[in-house]
């Protein structure tokens, strides 16, 4: 054991990891170190992987209501703190919080059925097969595009907007603003729209033109529902998430530094 006081001293950790070989080995490195509660008894979730963990961890705990700060151990860690094993209690203790709304899908299907679920990077719609999808854009209630012709489109968080949007061409959106991006994924007709910034309570509404033919899955985050007819996208009203960062390497200033990247 170290020198430094308890975890449960200062506050009381929970520490979760990804099946990585290299995400286990500080698992272990760092419950050697410091004093752990259980999970529905920690001040804070400490969550040890990439940025595909920390989406899994925040779904998987998000009854517990407890504020996570994540430390880099895979190949994407754009939510994550850099891993130091030393310091970790006062590293918790200067952490800053940061306030993420999650996007809720309805996606119904074609029996009729109807899947919701949480995104807190984004919502995306993708074609199933060799042809594009056929697919009917409207905003609360309006239609803006009677017919979309490509091979996907996605609305996207701010916390979001740096991964698979800004992969589509989308735009980066800063944190706190309260918008969201529509981003098409290489659209076909209309040939010139690149999607659009949305206030955040915006009711957006995709209607799958000819799902039989051209049959459309929607995922939140990593859930997926297969062959949809209609899918439903809005900010959560009632969910929320914190995010613990370290002050020097807080999310807002890495959303606006990925604007000057080149």
């Known amino acids: 054991?170290?020198?430094?006081?308890?975890?449960?001293?200062?506050?009381?950790?929970?520490?979760?990891?990804?099946?990585?070989?290299?995400?286990?080995?500080a698992l272990k490195q760092l419950r050697e170190r410091y004093a752990e509660a259980p999970l529905d008894q920690a001040d804070v979730i400490v969550a040890l992987g990439g940025d595909g963990f920390m989406l899994r961890t925040l779904h998987r705990h998000l009854?517990?209501?407890?504020?996570v700060y994540g430390m880099k151990l895979g190949t994407v860690g754009f939510l994550m703190n850099q891993f130091h094993p030393d310091g970790v209690i006062?590293?918790?203790?200067?952490?800053?919080?940061?306030?993420?709304?999650?996007?809720?899908?309805?996606?119904?299907?074609?029996?009729?059925?109807?899947?919701?679920?949480?995104?807190?990077?984004?919502?995306?719609l993708l074609r199933q097969t060799k042809q594009a999808a056929h697919i009917g854009v409207s905003l609360n209630g309006v239609v803006k595009i009677e017919e979309l012709m490509c091979d996907g489109i996605l609305v996207a968080t701010s916390a979001g907007s740096?991964?698979?949007?800004?992969?589509?061409?989308?735009?980066?959106?800063?944190?706190?603003?309260?918008?969201?991006?529509?981003?098409?994924?290489?659209?076909?007709?209309?040939?010139?729209w690149r999607g659009a910034i949305l206030r955040a309570g915006t009711v957006v509404k995709f209607e799958i033109l000819d799902p039989y033919k051209r049959?459309?899955?929607a995922t939140a985050d990593s859930n997926e529902v297969r062959d949809v007819v209609e899918v439903t996208v809005r900010?959560?009203?009632?969910?929320?998430?914190?995010?613990?960062?370290?002050?020097e390497h807080n999310l807002e200033d890495r959303i606006l530094n990925e604007q000057f990247a080149y």
């Open 1 to 25: 054991m170290s020198d430094e006081p308890a975890a449960s001293s200062v506050r009381r950790i929970a520490f979760v990891a990804s099946k990585t070989d290299e995400a286990q080995v």
């Open 63 to 67: 009854a517990l209501n407890k504020p």
């Open 90 to 124: 006062e590293r918790l203790a200067r952490a800053q919080p940061t306030t993420l709304k999650p996007l809720v899908m309805e996606a119904v299907g074609e029996s009729g059925t109807t899947a919701t679920s949480l995104a807190f990077n984004e919502v995306s």
């Open 162 to 192: 740096t991964a698979y949007n800004l992969s589509a061409h989308g735009p980066i959106l800063p944190l706190g603003a309260d918008v969201l991006a529509m981003t098409p994924i290489s659209p076909f007709r209309p040939r010139r």
């Open 215 to 217: 049959p459309v899955s």
């Open 235 to 247: 900010e959560s009203r009632d969910t929320t998430v914190t995010l613990m960062f370290d002050p």
